[in-house]
């Protein structure tokens, strides 16, 4: 009788060793290799199999081969399945709500049904508001970041004489997706399922017309102060502090006219703080669990102000941003005086009317997060990540001149500073409010306030804008400064949230439909194009329709190699149906010209 337990403890002993080395081998060149793309190194397991043939005896040596060779198939496909795309939402709901226990325990009282409710009520009334341009019913409820991103948009498309119309808004589902413990509030991350037929129109540029029926997945972030006695803004038109009507045209800032009372401070009932894409939302997570406790460590350093949020961070951010575009596309700066550092208003400043004069035909934030914090020259400074959305166009006196052959996405890194031990703020300077009084502060060059003599940009009450910079930009600031981040997500970690496939599909997909139609032979490619990168065909099929409308940004890594690839895939898009067309040629050449592509 043959023993054959000597021999295969010895195969299996080669094999892990084999496997180990591998692996190892793996994880060095995984960094610049095809591994992003799905493909392995064909070499190294050949080298493999050689010492294999080598050193194990007859049969054991095909047995360890037909192992290697098994484990290898189910790992690509694993590794091909291990893609952000595929987890996106279908709109049915979670099966576990995380941090949603812990919120019922500091909560008792809180009503699901009634907070979806009010979820409802808030879709419903601002997407009624974006069509008529007037927040006058929303602005009690939404945080000043949110009503900037609205006012915004708002004051672009009147520029380019356009309107947003909007049919057949069905709501399919409302579920709460995570609740976050931030600081002293609650904030509660809830999808929103439903299908719309949404068109941008302009009479005065029907060049820019785009648009049609779409079914989404969004997410709406609601936060409350923890432990507030929870009032009803939502479908009340009265104070909750002194019952007075609120003002029917609030304007920058949703304040009571007679007792002062802020409404959307979240001391009464939820605020919505910000509205995030699905492919955002889904990669935005990692990017701050990726960070070892990221939040335990900002939220450590303001643990004694009970004004402090994390959200709330991000929505000055993101206010601040939109408020520096605008200036831009003005050629203003003074709307961004009063909230700048002496020097990021000089460094800002001298950036404007480089170019000829333009408008955004589309500005959005996709996402704003927090990535680190630090404590230099007896202030905290925290730095946000903003992914923000856009298409520029030049306004001719007949036509426009597009500026970007589509929407295309970036990001921009701003740093917001605040005294270390501040004073009580009461007021807000992104809503043109001193913090010292509170009185009313327009867009000036003047630093003092008119009512109580305060220096406006002083970081004793308020969080100032000290920096923005581009994300290339951020990755040398961090290598100076690194040793002074109380926390923070390394550069690098940002850029690798997307896989080369994921930006490469994505961009087919753009350049594919940018003429205008996306014909059955594309939809054919893309299909087969998804496939090969281990994609869930149905889970994406939502892209298609983005792509058909024209509603797919175009995104980029900073890696220049993995550009390249990503580019050579597009150019292979734009030929699947044997013609390039102008379009298809414009955005390909535009996208040389910006990257230094041969």
């Given amino acids: ?34 591994s992003s793309s799905g493909g ?8 493999i199999i050689f010492y294999i043939l080598m050193l194990i005896p007859f049969p054991y040596n095909l047995i360890v081969i037909a192992i290697i060779i098994v484990l290898a198939y189910f790992g690509m496909k694993k590794a091909k399945q291990q893609t952000i795309l595929n987890q996106m939402p279908s709109g049915d709901g979670v099966t576990k709500v995380r941090g949603y226990n812990d919120f019922i325990a500091n909560n008792p009282n809180f009503n699901e049904t009634s907070f979806k409710e009010k979820v409802k009520i808030s879709f419903t009334q601002i997407q009624e508001a974006w069509q008529n341009k007037d927040m006058s019913k929303v ?14 948009q708002f004051k672009m498309m009147d520029k380019l004489s356009q309107k947003n119309t909007i049919e057949k808004l069905t709501i399919k589902n409302i579920y709460i997706d995570r609740v976050d413990t931030d600081g002293f509030f609650d904030v509660v991350h809830v ?5 719309i037929v949404d068109r941008f129109v302009s009479e005065k540029y029907p060049e820019l017309n785009s648009g049609g029926s779409e079914e989404f997945v969004e997410y709406w972030s609601y936060l409350k102060k923890r432990g507030a006695e929870e009032k009803d803004m939502f479908s009340s038109d009265n104070c909750p502090s002194c019952g007075a009507a609120l003002p029917k045209v609030p304007g920058e800032v949703a304040k009571c006219e007679f007792c002062g009372t802020l409404t959307n401070s979240g001391e009464y009932d939820w605020v919505l703080a910000e509205i995030t894409q699905a492919d955002d939302y889904i990669s935005s997570n990692p990017l701050v669990m990726k960070a070892a406790n990221l939040q335990e460590k900002v939220l450590e350093i303001e643990e004694h102000n009970d004004d402090f949020s994390i959200q709330l961070i991000e929505d000055k951010a993101s206010n601040a941003f939109l408020q520096v ?9 003074a709307i961004l005086r009063r909230f700048a550092s002496d020097e990021a208003f000089e460094k800002i400043k001298s950036t404007f ?44 006196e007949k036509s426009v001149v597009k500026l970007d052959p589509v929407v295309v996405t970036d990001t921009k890194v701003i740093l917001l500073s605040r005294n270390i031990n501040p004073e009580i703020s009461k007021g807000s300077l992104y809503a043109h409010r001193c913090p010292s009084c509170g009185g009313p502060v327009g867009d000036t060059i003047d630093l003092k306030c008119e009512y109580c003599g305060h220096e ?23 290598a100076m400064n690194g040793a002074a981040f109380t926390a923070g997500v390394k550069p690098n970690v940002m850029d690798n949230v997307l896989d080369v496939r994921d930006y490469a599909f994505n961009n087919a997909l753009i350049v594919m439909a940018c003429d205008g139609v996306f014909a059955q032979e594309e939809r054919d490619f893309a299909e087969q194009l998804a496939k090969k ?22 995104k980029m890594p900073e890696d220049q190699k993995k550009r390249e690839k990503i580019f050579k895939l597009m150019e292979k898009a734009a030929a699947i149906d044997g013609n390039v067309d102008p379009n298809e040629r414009q955005l390909l050449d535009s996208l040389k010209q910006q990257y230094g592509f041969n």
């Fill in 191 to 195: 999808a929103i399922h439903a299908s």
């Fill in 325 to 333: 575009e605008t200036a831009r596309v003005l050629n203003d700066p």
């Fill in 353 to 396: 009317g480089q170019s000829e004069p333009y408008v955004y035909n589309r500005i959005f934030l996709s996402d704003v997060t927090l990535i680190g914090a630090m404590q230099k020259d007896k202030m905290n400074t925290m730095v946000v990540s903003i992914k923000y959305s856009y298409q520029r166009v030049i306004p001719k």
């Fill in 139 to 152: 602005r009690k409820y939404i945080s000043d970041g949110m009503y900037q991103r609205l006012n915004v």
């Fill in 40 to 47: 392995g190194d064909s070499s190294g397991l050949i080298g």
């Fill in 456 to 478: 406006l940009n002083s970081p004793a009450n308020e969080w100032i804008v000290t920096d923005l910079m581009t994300l290339n930009d951020y990755y040398s600031y961090y």
């Fill in 533 to 554: 990168f281990g994609y869930n065909v149905d889970k994406i099929d939502p892209m298609f329709q983005m792509a058909q409308n024209g509603q797919l940004s175009l």
């Fill in 1 to 34: 009788m043959i023993n054959f337990k000597r021999p295969l403890l010895n195969v299996l002993f080669t094999f892990l060793i084999l496997l180990a080395v591998n692996y190892a081998y793996a994880r060095v060149g995984g960094a610049g290799g095809s």
